[in-house]
């Protein structure tokens, strides 16, 4: 973490060497849960960067880390404030999947539905195709288990090369079959 922290503060550094740094030390912080050190990166990111694309990330990470350690309404109210600062942004992407995530949680599957859907169409990415896992896991709270096939297709077809979230959209069609008391159709 120490060599990524020097790299950032070198003589004549590019800011997207210093930020990639200053994330990558951030992450390690997080892998060694050493949270004052990670609160210390990010604010730097922050403070140093912050209308840069890594200010978005560490703005993520701080909500992410606040929901990790069981503070939900302070991971919400930092997610939205992110979606509201940069809407079209990566780390908003990822800011909406994570709320989604948490009201299927509370079983609001409205507001989850909506913030998947903002990811899942607008985005060609891999955060497009992750945009598509809280669309189906409302469909599975609801117990819709109809039209399983066509759903968890659709990832194959739009983000061919997404191969974490085609299997997990093939488990899915796997679960809904099941659960349907159905064989797979055929070709």
Known sequence: MTLYLRAASAEGVSQTVATSALLEAAELAREM??????????????????QSE?????????????????SREQARSQF???????????????ARIALARMAITDGDFK??????????????DSLGAEGQYPRRAVKIAQRDWKPPSRRSL????????????????????GQAYEALK??????
């Open 80 to 94: 939205t404030a992110l979606i509201g600062k940069s809407p079209s942004s990566a780390p908003a992407a990822m």
């Open 33 to 50: 849960r050493d949270q004052q050190r990670l609160s210390e990166i990010l604010a730097r990111i922050e403070r140093d960067y912050g």
């Open 154 to 173: 659709k990832i194959r077809y739009i983000f061919p090369n997404e191969e974490r979230w085609m299997a997990e959209s093939y488990l899915a069609m």
């Open 54 to 70: 890594a200010a978005l990330v560490a703005a993520y990470l701080k909500a992410d880390v606040a929901l990790e350690g069981g």
């Open 111 to 124: 507001k989850a539905t909506e913030l998947a859907e903002a990811v899942a169409t607008t985005r060609t």
């Open 182 to 187: 159905e064989p797979r159709p055929g070709p």
